[in-house]
């Protein structure tokens, strides 16, 4: 079988939406845990925590986005490089191993 995937859905609520499909094997437990909490939350609607941050500072387009102070600075644009075209051609003796749906409000 080959590599899995983590597929994480970025609604910018109502006006686009962007895909990242992040091969397993470049998430760490402690962003997994993460990923896990903030599945389902959207900035701007839910209480600002930890976890969105986390979520908006690693798929970060740019640096400039980055919050200075954030305790995940570190990560900064990590998962930008993931980001897919809204037309994903087939993946061959791969899996998707999560999907995490969030976003924001605009």
């Not at 990923?35 to 690693?58: A, H, P, R």
Request: net charge negative.
């Amino acid at each position: 079988m080959g590599e899995s995937y983590v597929l994480i859905i970025w609604q910018e609520i109502p006006e686009s939406l962007k895909l990242y499909l992040v091969p397993s094997s470049k998430i760490d437990e402690e962003q997994m845990a993460l990923l896990d909490k903030v599945n389902g939350k959207y900035v701007n609607s839910d209480d600002m925590c930890d976890e969105l941050e986390f979520i908006q500072t690693i798929l970060a387009e740019d640096h400039e986005y980055v919050y200075e102070k954030s305790p995940y600075k570190k990560w900064g644009c990590l998962w930008h490089e993931f980001k897919v075209e809204q037309q994903v051609g087939k993946m061959t003796d791969s899996f998707i191993k999560l999907v995490c749906s969030t976003g924001m409000y605009l």
